[in-house]
């Protein structure tokens, strides 16, 4: 699948299951395993066998959610897919192919959404015709420079706002993580803190999330984007 002109022609894959894919994952969990565990200990004083079962349902959890993500691979005028979870060796299979037929618009931040053929992925009430891509900020420039040697039309709206918009997107971006991550340690910090202190902190936190939501689907608001990619 890889382009022999050069390494500007390889294959695009938005969440690459890899070795370093792999890797990153199993670090996630066991990050996020010890922080629940620490949280949990602090706030609640767990026993090691309450603290064991919570761990293995946050594994568990977080397992479950791998195995419904999907690897996008943009290759030879193909999209083709593969589950995350699959047997190793298994290969991606087409989806589509892609070309002057074939458009791509920006949904929100993180999806990309193509028309219009293809299977209906998204479970949102404009994602009719086409499958769904998610991706990293940082893998955007790939994805859309793949699509374009492939000859696919590509609608970055929500792109466009964003760079039109950056502080408003920047306030929305940091106001849900900071919301979640407030949300997150608030039980350990309720034993030092008074009750009401505690709610208030809660409440904040939780307007925070609605806050940084809010903004990041502001530009679809403002402007409903197109239903096909021309």
Not at 24 to 36: D, N, S, T
Request: with cysteine.
């Amino acid at each position: 699948m890889i382009d022999s002109i050069g390494t500007a022609h390889q294959p695009v894959r938005l969440g690459a299951r890899t070795w370093r894919g792999v890797l990153a994952q199993a670090g996630v969990i066991a990050a996020g395993a010890c922080i629940v565990a620490l949280i949990f200990a602090i706030a609640f004083g767990w026993s090691e066998w309450a603290l064991a079962l919570a761990l293995v349902f946050f594994v568990a959890t977080w397992l479950l959610v791998l195995s419904m993500g999907t690897e996008w691979t943009v290759a030879d005028h193909e999209l083709l897919r593969r589950r995350w979870l699959s047997r190793p060796g298994t290969k991606p299979s087409v989806v589509m192919a892609l070309g002057p037929q074939v458009g791509l618009i920006r949904q929100s931040r993180l999806m990309w959404h193509v028309v219009p053929s293809g299977p209906s992925l998204g479970g949102q009430p404009w994602q009719t015709d086409g499958p769904t891509l998610g991706g990293q900020p940082w893998q955007t420039r790939g994805l859309v420079g793949a699509m374009a040697r492939a000859g696919v039309h590509v609608n970055d709206w929500r792109g466009d706002w964003a760079r039109r918009h950056r502080r408003l997107d920047s306030l929305g971006l940091l106001a849900y993580w900071g919301g979640l991550v407030g949300i997150i340690v608030m039980p350990a910090l309720r034993v030092e803190w008074p009750g009401v202190v505690t709610a208030t902190a809660g409440l904040a936190c939780a307007g925070a999330v609605f806050l940084g939501l809010a903004v990041d689907y502001l530009p679809w608001n403002m402007r409903r984007p197109p239903t096909r990619g021309s």
